[in-house]
């Protein structure tokens, strides 16, 4: 097992932390939460793998569990019912499969593979239920978890979240051309589209149906709302850049946040290891002052009325998940086998993917 404990809540963990990636704030004010529907979350999670095809028998067998991706989920979406959590955790498992196609088709140099997936993602976003069967287990896995997804809530999240989902392919799609070109981004490019390609909106939308409600415009839009949500995906996402440097350097990556500070700023590696540092930092002190505001945001809401008091405890639910992205993905990127290069017998390829014919359907 590689969550910490069977208990909802723990302050330490045995996983090792490297002294340039140590986050001592993370460790002693973030304590780590953990949906008790983990256990169950992890073995289902794993035979829906099997059941879609979407990983080998023999590599769901020895590296599923060891990658910890229902993990980070249970230790986000901690007061999600279980069978919203179950849906969010498997489409959480088919982004990181995702993902791995995509880096597989750009090294293997299958850019007419890369466009037929692109082009059935988007159709299948929209007309999830035709799409459950299809010949690419890529896709029918999509399908099937996106119409789980969308049975939560009403019609306008639904349409929402695709609006956000039809982005993030599109940016998948310019890091795919960026990549083959060997284009390196600018910082900003780089910030503007790796809030797409990490999916901020996405795991922001998901906050709702954790929630049990769908929260009204003028919430989602509040100032202090959108910038505790933004903050704790900018975290995951530089942190991500911080501790998969030498993957990605090692894969020929062009896009990390540190490479584009190498290139276009002109930073030493070891400058450039400070400076994201210091982002990640800048995040996590930004987010403090943001969870107040949001909390003193949500007493407003509940003015004594049904309709505010539901709509105050969403936005309290909402923002105690945003912090708790803060200890999943710090203690995911430090039990994951998804970035122990240095145990890899080909550090620019992952032993977990299927490195032969994946995506020539």
């Known amino acids: 097992m590689h969550a910490f404990s069977d208990s909802t809540t723990a302050t330490s963990t045995a996983a090792p932390v490297p002294p340039s990636l140590s986050l001592p704030v993370i460790e002693a004010a973030f304590p780590r939460q953990l949906h008790p ?4 979350l992890q073995e289902k999670t794993r035979a829906w793998l099997l059941e879609k095809r979407l990983m080998p028998a023999d590599k769901v067998a020895e590296y599923a569990d060891g990658l910890c991706y229902t993990d980070l989920m249970a230790g986000y979406y901690t007061g999600a019912p279980d069978n919203v959590l179950q849906a969010i955790a498997d489409f959480s498992a088919w982004f990181f499969v995702w993902d791995d196609r995509h880096d597989r088709d750009i090294v293997h140099h299958r850019p007419a593979a890369w466009r037929r997936l692109r082009i059935r ?9 035709d799409h459950r ?3 690419d287990p890529l896709v029918a896995g999509f399908a099937d978890s996106v119409g789980r997804l969308y049975a939560f809530l009403p019609g306008t999240w639904n349409a929402r979240f695709a609006r ?3 982005q993030v392919i599109e940016a998948y799609d310019q890091e795919f051309r960026n990549r083959v ?3 390196i981004p600018t910082v900003e490019e780089y910030l503007e589209l790796r809030r797409l390609t990490f999916a901020h909106s996405i795991w922001t939308d998901l906050l709702e149906p954790s929630a049990g409600t769908e929260l009204p415009d003028s919430v989602r839009k509040h100032p202090a709302f959108r910038r505790a949500a933004l903050l704790s995906q900018d975290f995951a996402a530089w942190y ?4 998969s440097f030498p993957k990605e350097i090692a894969g020929a990556e062009v896009h990390n946040l540190g490479i584009s500070l190498i290139t276009h700023k002109g930073l030493t590696l070891e400058e ?3 400076e994201v540092r210091r982002r ?9 002052v943001a969870e107040r505001e949001v909390l003193e945001f949500a007493d407003s809401l509940a003015d004594g009325t049904p309709r505010g008091r539901e709509i105050g405890a969403a936005v309290r639910a909402c923002v105690g998940h945003m912090r708790n992205w803060f200890s999943s993905v710090y203690w995911f990127h430090h039990e994951s086998g998804r970035y122990r290069v240095d145990s890899w017998d080909d550090r620019s390829t992952p032993p977990y993917v299927t490195n032969e014919a994946a995506g020539e359907l």
């Open 240 to 243: 991500n850049d911080l501790c």
């Open 133 to 135: 069967h299809h010949e």
């Open 272 to 274: 450039t290891v400070t």
């Open 37 to 40: 529907y983990w256990p169950r």
């Open 181 to 183: 070109e060997g284009r």
């Open 121 to 129: 993602l988007h159709t299948a976003l929209d007309s999830p239920e």
């Open 164 to 166: 956000h989902f039809h």
């Open 280 to 288: 990640v930092e800048d995040c996590i002190a930004d987010f403090l």
